[in-house]
């Protein structure tokens, strides 16, 4: 039998787009709901990466400075978050380290050190070092000609962090439904197999699942998923090391003690949950410039699509032509460092505010094609 029901907001999606949404809402008076098809975290959301680092520092633009202000109020939110849930989400501004390899590199990393002065306004810094004074952590024939070390990069252990959001918004009188999967969406409200549920405004937040929501409105092209692969390290010694970025590798120390390392980047995929040789291609990479790795054992490998637009941009705000939906998606690899700036300005337009975004992070509708 349907059940229908009222409330302000209902989310589609409980990974860390969805919760953050959810999260801004119920801090603005607004009853929510959120609708997640499997459990909290298990989209991509759900894993072991969680860096939370910046664009280089060059070329200023309006996505930068959006990104820079999340990183920079991150702190305060995760410290709220851990606050009302009772629960860590391993959110700690570590830093990071990024190998220089040659003469180019190190021209651009000097000339970013004068615009991180610029453009960070004092609130973090780029600096050059030896590479002697990372031994510990990263070899020094993988770092030539020295090591950028910055400051303002952080991380988080993602599946903690959506599941520390799931426990604040209860505490906050969110209502949370797992196994309620939405098959349809129409004017101010959804329908799945456990019936119809009504609400003054719909954010759908369902990652790579959202795209084909969205194709009434924008279309079949809309979005994609874009396969991630990445592991999870124990029985390293890097409790005090920074993340490190070299060779299209993230070694992301997390607050337990192990790291993460990854990811793989796979346009095209049959099983978006299967790990196989291109993890173990990262992980040698990820060995041969971080010693306390070599050693260290594989205790998880790990799988997801990363929802990804046409451009590599978030996809947020309401979604042309249709009635009382919002969109929250877009994340594509930058989507947990800035999920709870997102989520302000999704519940901002859902309560009547005009928040700021970036101009190319509002959902449009695509050109026509000449
Ligand atoms: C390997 C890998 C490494 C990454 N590393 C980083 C990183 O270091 N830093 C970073 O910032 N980002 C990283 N990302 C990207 C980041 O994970 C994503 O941008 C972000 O998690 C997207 O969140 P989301 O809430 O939009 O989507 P998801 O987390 O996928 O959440 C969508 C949720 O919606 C649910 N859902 C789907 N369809 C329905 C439906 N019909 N009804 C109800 N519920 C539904 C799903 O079950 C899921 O739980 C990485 C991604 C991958 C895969």
Not at 115 to 123: N, Y
Not at 172 to 196: A, F, P, Q
Not at 308 to 329: C, F, H, I, Q, S
Request: proline fraction near 6%; glycine fraction near 12%; aromatic fraction near 8%.
């Amino acid at each position: 039998m349907a059940t229908v029901n009222t409330r302000d907001v209902i989310v589609i999606g409980g990974g860390i787009f969805g919760l953050s949404c959810a999260w801004s809402c119920l801090k603005r008076g607004l009853s929510v709901t959120v609708l997640e098809g499997n459990y909290i975290g298990s989209g991509a959301s759900g894993g072991v990466m969680g860096a939370m680092s910046p664009n280089v520092p060059e070329r200023w633009n309006d996505k930068k400075q959006f990104q820079l202000d999340a990183l920079l109020s991150a702190a305060e939110h995760w410290a709220e978050v851990e606050e009302v849930s009772g629960k860590s989400t391993g959110y700690g501004r570590i830093g990071r380290l990024i190998p220089v390899m040659d003469e180019h590199g190190l021209g651009h990393a000097q000339k970013r050190a004068v615009d991180a002065s610029t453009f960070w306004q004092g609130k973090a810094t780029w600096t050059i070092r030896e590479a002697e004074d990372y031994a510990p952590w990263i070899d020094p024939d993988a770092a030539p000609l020295g090591v950028v070390h910055e400051n303002l990069s952080a991380r988080i252990f993602p599946l903690a962090a959506c599941l520390a959001l799931a426990r604040a918004i209860e505490a906050k009188g969110g209502e949370i439904l797992e196994g309620w999967r939405v098959t349809e969406i129409g004017d101010h409200e959804v329908s799945g197999v456990s019936g119809t549920l009504k609400a003054g405004a719909v954010i759908l937040s369902a990652g790579a699942e959202s795209f084909p929501f969205l194709e009434p409105f924008l279309g079949p092209d809309a979005g994609f998923g874009v396969k991630g692969q990445a592991a999870l390290l124990t029985g390293a010694d890097m409790a005090s090391a920074p993340t490190i970025f070299a060779n299209h590798t993230y070694i992301i120390p997390h607050a337990d003690g192990k790291v993460a390392v990854g990811s793989t980047t796979e346009n095209t995929w049959d099983d978006p949950r299967s790990t196989d040789e291109r993890l173990n291609e990262v992980i040698i990479r990820a060995r041969a410039i971080s010693p306390p790795l070599r050693d260290a054992r594989v205790a998880l490998r790990w799988a997801n699509l990363r929802p990804r637009g046409k451009k590599p941009d978030p996809m947020l705000g309401r979604v042309p032509g249709a009635e009382g939906l919002y969109l929250a998606t877009g994340g594509f690899k930058i989507g947990i460092g800035i999920s709870h700036a997102v989520g302000e300005a999704l519940a901002g337009m859902v309560a009547g505010e005009t928040p700021y975004l970036p101009e190319k992070f509002f959902v449009r509708l695509p050109k026509p094609k000449a």
